[in-house]
Protein backbone atom coordinates (compact mmCIF):
# COMPACT_ATOMS: atom_id res chain seq x y z
CA UNK A 1 0.00 0.00 0.00
CA UNK A 2 1.14 3.59 -0.65
CA UNK A 3 1.17 5.65 2.08
CA UNK A 4 1.18 9.64 2.20
CA UNK A 5 3.22 11.63 4.67
CA UNK A 6 1.49 12.83 7.03
CA UNK A 7 4.11 16.00 9.32
CA UNK A 8 3.19 15.96 13.30
CA UNK A 9 4.23 18.25 16.12
CA UNK A 10 4.42 17.85 19.50
CA UNK A 11 5.69 19.97 22.50
CA UNK A 12 7.14 18.55 25.86
CA UNK A 13 6.16 20.88 28.08
CA UNK A 14 7.95 20.78 31.84
CA UNK A 15 7.56 22.85 34.62
CA UNK A 16 9.29 23.70 38.01
CA UNK A 17 7.50 21.45 39.75
CA UNK A 18 8.72 18.37 37.50
CA UNK A 19 5.31 18.16 35.71
CA UNK A 20 4.82 17.14 31.93
CA UNK A 21 1.80 18.71 30.09
CA UNK A 22 -0.55 15.64 28.88
CA UNK A 23 -3.47 16.31 25.81
CA UNK A 24 -6.36 14.19 26.32
CA UNK A 25 -8.79 13.81 23.40
CA UNK A 26 -11.80 12.12 22.10
CA UNK A 27 -11.73 11.56 18.42
CA UNK A 28 -12.62 9.51 15.84
CA UNK A 29 -14.82 7.55 18.69
CA UNK A 30 -11.62 6.65 20.98
CA UNK A 31 -9.65 8.26 24.00
CA UNK A 32 -6.76 8.70 23.88
CA UNK A 33 -3.35 10.58 25.86
CA UNK A 34 -0.52 12.31 24.03
CA UNK A 35 1.59 15.54 24.25
CA UNK A 36 0.12 18.49 22.76
CA UNK A 37 0.46 19.39 19.29
CA UNK A 38 -0.95 18.27 16.31
CA UNK A 39 -0.61 18.91 12.03
CA UNK A 40 2.01 20.63 9.83
CA UNK A 41 -0.33 22.41 7.64
CA UNK A 42 0.42 23.13 3.98
CA UNK A 43 2.76 26.28 3.35
CA UNK A 44 3.63 25.79 6.98
CA UNK A 45 6.90 25.12 8.82
CA UNK A 46 7.75 22.94 11.75
CA UNK A 47 8.24 25.59 14.69
CA UNK A 48 5.44 28.01 12.41
CA UNK A 49 2.75 24.87 13.16
CA UNK A 50 4.54 24.08 16.61
CA UNK A 51 3.26 27.79 17.73
CA UNK A 52 0.05 27.88 15.71
CA UNK A 53 -0.84 24.20 17.59
CA UNK A 54 -0.10 25.60 21.34
CA UNK A 55 -2.73 29.02 20.60
CA UNK A 56 -5.12 26.67 19.32
CA UNK A 57 -4.87 23.75 21.75
CA UNK A 58 -3.62 25.59 24.84
CA UNK A 59 -4.54 29.51 24.08
CA UNK A 60 -0.61 29.57 25.47
CA UNK A 61 2.62 31.89 23.47
CA UNK A 62 5.43 29.97 22.83
CA UNK A 63 8.32 31.54 23.94
CA UNK A 64 11.55 29.43 23.16
CA UNK A 65 11.60 25.79 22.31
CA UNK A 66 14.37 23.12 21.64
CA UNK A 67 14.68 19.97 19.00
CA UNK A 68 14.42 16.88 21.29
CA UNK A 69 13.12 13.93 18.69
CA UNK A 70 11.88 12.62 15.00
CA UNK A 71 10.72 9.12 14.28
CA UNK A 72 13.23 7.65 11.61
CA UNK A 73 11.51 5.20 11.30
CA UNK A 74 7.95 4.22 9.44
CA UNK A 75 5.15 4.53 11.73
CA UNK A 76 1.56 4.05 10.27
CA UNK A 77 -1.10 6.34 11.76
CA UNK A 78 -3.90 4.84 13.91
CA UNK A 79 -6.19 6.60 12.01
CA UNK A 80 -5.90 6.53 8.36
CA UNK A 81 -3.71 3.27 7.65
CA UNK A 82 -2.55 4.83 4.24
CA UNK A 83 -0.58 7.60 6.01
CA UNK A 84 2.78 7.20 7.20
CA UNK A 85 3.55 9.58 10.29
CA UNK A 86 6.72 11.72 10.86
CA UNK A 87 6.59 13.46 14.03
CA UNK A 88 8.81 16.25 15.64
CA UNK A 89 8.98 16.89 19.30
CA UNK A 90 10.42 20.19 20.74
CA UNK A 91 11.34 21.16 24.17
CA UNK A 92 8.78 23.91 24.86
CA UNK A 93 9.12 27.21 27.43
CA UNK A 94 5.67 28.72 27.29
CA UNK A 95 4.20 32.46 28.42
CA UNK A 96 2.69 31.34 31.88
CA UNK A 97 2.31 27.54 32.00
CA UNK A 98 1.14 27.92 35.78
CA UNK A 99 -2.60 29.09 34.08
CA UNK A 100 -2.78 25.36 32.33
CA UNK A 101 -4.27 22.58 33.39
CA UNK A 102 -6.04 23.46 36.30
CA UNK A 103 -9.23 21.80 35.44
CA UNK A 104 -9.76 18.64 37.09
CA UNK A 105 -12.02 15.96 34.54
CA UNK A 106 -12.99 12.20 35.22
CA UNK A 107 -10.39 9.64 32.69
CA UNK A 108 -11.15 8.88 29.74
CA UNK A 109 -14.32 10.78 28.87
CA UNK A 110 -16.14 10.75 25.75
CA UNK A 111 -17.13 13.93 24.55
CA UNK A 112 -15.83 15.34 21.14
CA UNK A 113 -12.74 17.47 22.63
CA UNK A 114 -9.42 17.65 24.41
CA UNK A 115 -8.37 18.48 27.86
CA UNK A 116 -5.37 18.81 29.31
CA UNK A 117 -4.11 18.14 32.45
CA UNK A 118 -0.46 18.21 34.59
CA UNK A 119 1.21 14.56 35.71
CA UNK A 120 4.42 15.06 37.79
CA UNK A 121 6.96 12.92 35.50
CA UNK A 122 7.91 10.15 38.49
CA UNK A 123 4.05 9.26 38.33
CA UNK A 124 3.76 8.85 34.51
CA UNK A 125 4.05 5.81 32.41
CA UNK A 126 4.56 5.12 29.17
CA UNK A 127 1.92 2.99 28.71
CA UNK A 128 -0.37 5.90 29.82
CA UNK A 129 0.38 7.42 26.69
CA UNK A 130 -1.24 5.69 23.56
CA UNK A 131 1.12 6.38 20.74
CA UNK A 132 4.24 4.44 20.21
CA UNK A 133 5.99 7.10 18.69
CA UNK A 134 5.32 9.07 22.24
CA UNK A 135 5.89 6.31 24.25
CA UNK A 136 9.62 6.57 22.90
CA UNK A 137 9.79 9.78 23.34
CA UNK A 138 9.05 9.85 26.67
CA UNK A 139 11.45 6.80 27.49
CA UNK A 140 14.23 9.03 25.90
CA UNK A 141 12.66 11.83 27.97
CA UNK A 142 12.91 10.38 31.21
CA UNK A 143 16.69 9.13 30.24
CA UNK A 144 17.79 12.58 29.34
CA UNK A 145 16.81 13.95 33.19
CA UNK A 146 17.85 11.15 34.81
CA UNK A 147 21.79 11.37 33.78
Do not use: C
Request: glycine share 4%; hydrophobic share 40%.
Amino acid sequence: MKHRFNLRVYALIIDEKKRILLSDEYRFGHFFTKFPGGGVEANEGVIDALRRELQEELSAEMLDSSFFYFNDFEQVSAFDPTQSLIAFYYLVQLKEPEKLGLNAYPIPFNEETEKQRWIELSKLHKEDLTFPIDQLVFENLKELLIS
